[in-house]
């Protein structure tokens, strides 16, 4: 009984497939943990999570003070 739960759950929950790796590294799942699937069989790990979050804030951070420093010279009316 157990046994052919442990088989369903995995198929009709959302855990990680045991043959899947992380799409960006390319690690598999044992090695870097729990990954988040996206659509057409693309997964993420939670290190490229936070490095794509470190990226996504350096780029925002970015483009806000050029925005900032261009703002001024835009304003010619
Ligand atoms: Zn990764």
Do not use: W
Request: aromatic share 6%; hydrophobic share 25%; glycine share 6%.
């Amino acid at each position: 009984m157990l046994s052919l739960l442990r088989k369903l759950l995995p198929k009709n929950g959302r855990a990680t497939k045991k043959k899947s790796f992380c799409s960006f590294c390319r690690k598999s799942y044992q090695e870097v943990g729990p990954l988040v699937e996206g659509p057409n069989e693309v997964y993420i790990c939670g290190q490229c999570v936070e490095l794509c979050q470190s990226i996504i804030e350096q780029e925002l951070y970015r483009h806000t003070k050029h925005e900032d420093s261009t703002s001024p010279g835009s304003e010619t009316c």
